[in-house]
Structures are given as C-alpha cells and as structure tokens.
C-alpha cells in the first residue's frame, strides 16, 4: 500500500495543467471560436510557439512552404491537432526526468514511434480519428513518466534493477497500480480529450476500451507491439502485452495492406528523426 500511496500522493503535486492548456481546451470547447482566439491563448507561451512551428515546419508535416505563425498552423492542421499538439508538448516538457532515471530520448522515439504506427494503422478513418491515434500513441505510456517523475528511485529499482518481469501484472503487485492506471490519473487531471484517455487506460487491455473508442485502442495496442518487436524506441521495459486477435480484427486490415502501413510508418519516422533529435 506504502509503494502505490506515495506515488498517489505525489501525483496530486504534480504541476497542474498548464495555463496555457487549460485555457485552449476551454476555447476549443466553444465552436464560435475563431483562428484568431485560439492563436492568441498560444502565442502567451513564446516557448511553446517555438516548438510548435518548429514541429510544424519539420519534413513531418512535408510542408511546401514555411509555417511561421500559430494562426497559419491552425488552418492548415485544423483546431483538434494542434490541440493535441500542445497538450503532447506540454506533458512531455513538465514530465521531463534525468536521464539517469529515465533514457527520455529513447522514451520519446517510442512514444511517438507508437503515435506514427498508430496513426498509419488507421489510415482509413478519417483525418481527426488519424490525429487521436497520434497523439494517442504519444501519450500511451505516459502513466511509466507519472511513476519516474514522482519517484524516481522506485522507478529505477522497478524497471531496471529486478530480473524478473516488468508487466503490468507486476507493476500492480509493486505500485499497486499499472501505468495505465497511474496514465489515467494523470488524464483525468489534465482534462485530456476522452478518446486519449481511453488509449491511456486500456492500450494493454484493448478489450476493455468503450465501445467507441476499442478500434483507435486497437490501433495504439498493435503500434506498440509493432515498435517493441522493430526495437523502436525504449519504453523501459521490453515487455509487450500478448497479441490480441480480438484488437487486430477490429482494424480490419489484411496481411498485405499492413506491410504497407508497417513501410509508410517507418518511412515517416524515418522523416522526422531530425525532429525526434530537437524535441
Ligand atoms: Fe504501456
Ligand atoms: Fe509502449
């Protein structure tokens, strides 16, 4: 009890949604918001603006010509991506750890590896469900960053100093919580949108996603096992949870269109790598 109360406790010190979040997730609510609104909430977080075009303006998005203000990035990315683009931005700066605790480089090619993997598993839906499969697969894990920032020696002795299995199974007997639980906590005080909370709560359980939401669940379940066994990224763990016939059927894809999702993903990746470097 000790081990889960601690990380509880300190979860409840983590830094709150920042402002700038908390205020574009108000906005984007209101649909007589305007380009100009949501730039303006943006724009307060000079840093922020700096990485966002610099995301933006990367091979990633494969722009002709150059980005250079939020408002231009709302109307070619549309509200909902640069919502969630800000927000994986935003989680990634405030969970940030040392690198002694934590490879983050590593954790971040994963995270967004998954996210590309993802996005391109769903390549039949359309644009907005693409971009929740994103950032979905971005913040997937992001329940392991909850337990490294709030206790980091617990984190390390966890993952990297016991032999035995790192799954959520033992995660509860240790924490008792998994990262999906934790990541969940996490979602819920930050206000995330409801479907990247439910990649968040069940990316291990797909069955047990919503109805709504089990094919983008499905979508994030399958990158993440793609990216373990293509060694994308390190997440921690080379733990993978079993394949789930149930998940792959919900996307409906044959064996021949996979390798094609599976060559276009790693293509882009492959794209965005001076991006992985910067972030
Ligand atoms: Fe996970
Ligand atoms: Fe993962």
Redesign the pocket.
């Known amino acids: 009890m000790d081990n889960f109360q601690t990380v509880v406790d300190q979860l409840a010190d983590l830094p709150s949604t920042p402002v700038v979040v908390q205020k574009l997730h108000m906005l984007i609510q209101d649909d007589a918001v305007g380009s100009r609104d949501v730039a303006r909430i943006v724009e307060t977080d000079s840093a922020l603006v700096a990485r966002v075009l610099k995301l933006v303006n990367s091979p990633f998005y494969g722009m002709t010509q150059s980005v250079l203000s939020v408002e231009d990035a709302i109307a070619i990315l549309g509200f909902n991506t640069l919502h969630q683009l800000v927000l994986s931005t935003a989680v990634f700066d405030t969970l940030a750890v040392d690198n002694s605790t934590l490879n983050m480089a590593a954790f971040w090619q ?2 967004f590896g ?1 996210g590309v993997f993802a996005k391109h598993l769903s390549s039949n839906a359309n644009k907005d469900s693409q971009s929740e499969a994103l950032t979905g697969g971005i913040l ?2 992001i329940g392991r960053l909850v337990i490294a920032k709030c206790d980091p020696s617990k984190f390390v002795t966890f993952y990297f100093k016991r032999k035995s299995v790192t799954g959520i199974e033992q995660e509860m007997e240790f924490f008792e919580r998994d990262h999906q639980q934790i990541g969940e906590m996490l979602a819920r005080k930050w206000n995330f949108p409801a479907p990247i909370t439910a990649v968040i709560s069940n ?1 291990h359980t797909p069955s047990a996603a919503p109805d709504e939401y089990k094919k983008l669940v499905a979508a994030v379940n399958i990158a ?1 096992l793609l ?2 066994m293509m060694q994308v990224g390190y ?1 921690a763990t080379s733990y993978v949870t079993e394949f789930d016939p149930e998940a792959w059927r919900c996307l409906g894809l044959s064996m021949d269109k996979l390798k094609d999702r599976i060559h276009a993903a790693l293509n882009e990746i492959d794209k965005a790598s001076q991006m992985l470097e910067s972030l």
């Open positions: 994963h995270s998954v997937h894990d990316h993440d990216c373990h997440s």
